[in-house]
């Protein structure tokens, strides 16, 4: 198998997108072409590339004097990133049913089983790898490389919103519920049920995004 090597503006980009997501950056930090280069020991042109990419994904605005700045999250930005990720997620469960083969559907339910070893108490970081786990497979298995890259690049904003909301035992066990009701319907292989299935979660995500994080906001989407 050859080696994949990654070029410098990828790995400069994995490296902003990491402290993003980890919260190491956050809303309005400035970054500076000239400091990241000094600060990972490449020119300016990854870096360039970089931030041009994670601008493209939304997560950074350019500002003045060659300096981005992380986006701050609003209920706005939440409510159109989910918008997007139920149109392109529905579509993807409904592609993946009926060609996710047995040996996966095998593995998301051994996943699935550590997320709730006693049936009852809910392991809260097996679920998030449970959920991580379960929208990166139905994308791989679409058969859509470009729908599969589309969903891949706005899942990145689900651990900024994952940090923001905090973790809450109902809350993961509600969408561990509703993710077991969408592998029932790829393992069924019904298209319309999965894709349903999957409206549903991310709907119902969004709604408890927006109550945890804009508690005192208009609910409507």
């Known amino acids: 198998m050859p080696v994949i090597r990654q070029s410098l503006g990828e790995v400069v980009y994995d490296r902003l997108l990491s402290a993003i997501l980890s919260g190491q950056l956050v809303g309005g930090n400035e970054l500076s072409e000239v400091t990241i280069a000094d600060q990972f020991g490449v020119s300016r042109t990854p870096v360039r590339e970089a931030l041009n990419r994670l601008a493209g994904d939304g997560l950074i605005e350019n500002g003045r004097n060659r300096r981005a700045i992380v986006r701050t999250v609003t209920r706005e930005m939440v409510v159109e990133i989910y918008q997007v990720r139920q149109c392109l997620e529905s579509g993807a469960a409904r592609l993946a049913a009926g060609r996710m083969n047995s040996a996966e559907l095998a593995r998301l339910d051994a996943i699935s089983a550590a997320v709730r070893p006693d049936g009852i108490a809910i392991d809260q970081n097996q679920a998030l790898a449970f959920d991580a786990e379960l929208h990166g497979s139905i994308a791989r298995h679409c058969g859509n490389r470009r729908l599969a890259e589309e969903v891949r690049r706005y899942t990145n904003f689900v651990p900024i919103f994952q940090r923001l909301a905090g973790r809450r035992d109902d809350r ?30 991310i709907q119902s995500a969004l709604v408890v995004l927006l109550d945890d994080v804009f508690p005192e906001a208009p609910q409507s989407a």
Request: charged share 15%; net charge negative.
């Open 172 to 201: 993961l066990l509600l969408a561990y519920e509703q993710h077991l009701t969408i592998i029932d319907a790829l393992r069924a292989g019904d298209a319309e049920q999965a894709a349903a299935a999957m409206t549903h979660h």
